[in-house]
């Protein structure tokens, strides 16, 4: 099984450019997620998603859309890149249901925007 | 703002010597878990600790959690150097999983 796959795993844009980080999993999950990463902030939940259809809003939306047209693929675009939103981007996936069980991380997308 | 803060944000042992992680949070959870993240890697599932447990072992692992106290523990005991990484804990409530701020650990040999 591949898991949980990210790309790219590096890119770089100019402000106000437009890009989707893809993340697409193989493990049948309902729920998945995108988190940024930052130095000395941890992880900070940007959107997620329990199932095809259904996105909702984490910590930090703001600047980034999401789709769940399928199963598998939870792609996070950026419609007007800014500076602020340079950073390691991860795809996260689980299963739902009793427990909120283990997350399974991607590799990770690192952005950067000039 | 984040759930959970880790203490301390940086650890520095040797070999053979246990490594204690806590982590504060601040809203009331279902569950617990820890995570580890190798140097620009994605994070791994280590432990998961339910809101009705108290304590929980898994091999080198041993996670506690006081609820009254909202916070939590992880002792790795007998520590390797490949256990250098970063700990990070997550707070589970409804749908959302949110991380700490990460404990950075790194084991001398």
């Known amino acids: 099984n591949a898991g949980v796959t990210q790309t790219p795993k590096f890119q770089v844009l100019k402000t106000g450019q437009s890009m989707t980080l893809q993340c697409a999993q193989d493990?049948?999950?309902?729920?998945m997620s995108w988190y940024r990463q930052d130095p000395g902030m941890g992880l900070r939940l940007i959107h997620y998603s329990v199932g095809a259809g259904i996105t909702d809003q984490g910590e930090v939306p703001n600047g980034y859309n999401v789709s769940r047209s399928t199963t598998e693929d939870f792609p996070l675009r950026l419609l007007s890149a800014a500076p602020s939103q340079t950073s390691v981007y991860f795809c996260?996936?689980?299963?739902?249901?009793?427990?909120?069980?283990?997350?399974?991380f991607g590799e990770g997308s690192r952005l950067t925007v000039l | 703002s984040q759930q959970g803060e880790e203490d301390p944000q940086a650890l520095s042992i040797q070999e053979g010597e246990n490594a204690t992680m806590n982590c504060s949070y601040k809203t009331s959870i279902n569950n617990l878990q820890w995570y580890r993240q190798n140097s620009g890697r994605g994070l791994v599932h280590l432990i998961l600790i339910r809101s009705n447990e108290r304590e929980k072992h898994s091999g080198r692992l041993r996670v506690t959690l006081d609820t009254s106290k909202k916070s939590s523990s992880l002792l790795i005991t007998a520590s390797r150097a490949a256990d250098t990484a970063s700990y990070f804990c997550?707070?589970?409530?409804?749908?959302?999983?949110?991380f700490g701020t990460g404990t950075r650990l790194q084991v001398f040999p």
């Open positions: 493990m049948n999950h309902e729920y």
């Open positions: 996260a996936s689980r299963v739902m249901g009793e427990g909120s069980r283990e997350l399974f």
């Open positions: 997550a707070t589970v409530n409804t749908d959302k999983l949110i």
